[in-house]
T-cell receptor
Framework: DADVTQTPRNRITKTGKRIMLECSQTKGHDRMYWYRQDPGLGLRLIYYSFDVKDINKGEISDGYSVSRQAQAKFSLSLESAIPNQTALYFC?????????????????FGPGTRLTVL | GQQLNQSPQSMFIQEGEDVSMNCTSSSIFNTWLWYKQDPGEGPVLLIALYKAGELTSNGRLTAQFGITRKDSFLNISASIPSDVGIYFCAGRPSGAGSYQLTFGKGTKLSVIP
């Protein structure tokens, strides 16, 4: 099945540690995104990438970096984790599309990674 | 940035009842999307709307793109226990890039058997 997968699903780490969250997709979509979800705050965009050579900062990129290793892979790194980065992290993909209907707005999410920074 | 006001924040309903929730904004949106998130999972796209006044169904779910382009509604008919979850609206503001979605904070739905 075409899908968006994330690893690990759960991670507990300590302050100051480097953490990498990985995302893979078999949808063949060019666009990939990383979001963070906090209770009461909804989903917020961290980084997005339109193709392998294109990386852009989102609303809350400070403290994070990303790598687009291939069309199908997009990784999020926390260089030095801090407790307020404890959250649910979601990867998403979208297809630019060719119709005027705007289906490129439709984003498809992975199952998420629950990260706890102690 | 843009904000979406989603209401109600939570609701408890009896199995078999119909459900309505909505999302409003102070500015115009070009796209409205409705997602459902189950505990421990990512949001799943339910319905996408692209035109003011558009009414689209997906099984027992029906969503509408408001005529003013500042709101959208989601209705669930004859609710069942598996409808439990958090429903999010998302939209692309007019003039925003195609990657930019603004998300509501969700409506948590509980269904009493």
């Amino acid at each position: 099945d075409a899908d968006v997968t994330q690893t690990p699903r759960n991670r507990i780490t300590k302050t100051g540690k480097r953490i990498m969250l990985e995302c893979s997709q078999t949808k063949g979509h060019d666009r990939m995104y990383w979001y963070r979800q906090d209770p009461g705050l909804g989903l917020r965009l961290i980084y997005y990438s339109f193709d392998v050579k294109d990386i852009n900062k989102g609303e809350i990129s400070d403290g994070y970096s990303v790598s687009r290793q291939a069309q199908a892979k997009f990784s999020l790194s926390l260089e030095s984790a801090i407790p307020n980065q404890t959250a649910l992290y979601f990867c998403a993909t979208s297809d630019p599309g060719t119709s005027g209907r705007g289906t490129y707005n439709e984003q498809f999410f992975g199952p998420g990674t629950r990260l706890t920074v102690l | 940035g843009q904000q979406l006001n989603q209401s109600p924040q939570s609701m408890f309903i009896q199995e078999g009842e119909d459900v309505s929730m909505n999302c409003t904004s102070s500015s115009i949106f070009n796209t409205w999307l409705w997602y459902k998130q189950d505990p421990g999972e990512g949001p799943v796209l339910l319905i996408a709307l692209y035109k003011a006044g558009e009414l689209t169904s997906n099984g027992r779910l029906t969503a509408q793109f408001g005529i003013t382009r500042k709101d959208s509604f989601l209705n669930i008919s004859a609710s069942i226990p598996s409808d439990v979850g958090i429903y999010f609206c998302a939209g692309r503001p007019s003039g925003a890039g195609s990657y930019q979605l603004t998300f509501g904070k969700g409506t948590k739905l509980s269904v009493i058997p």
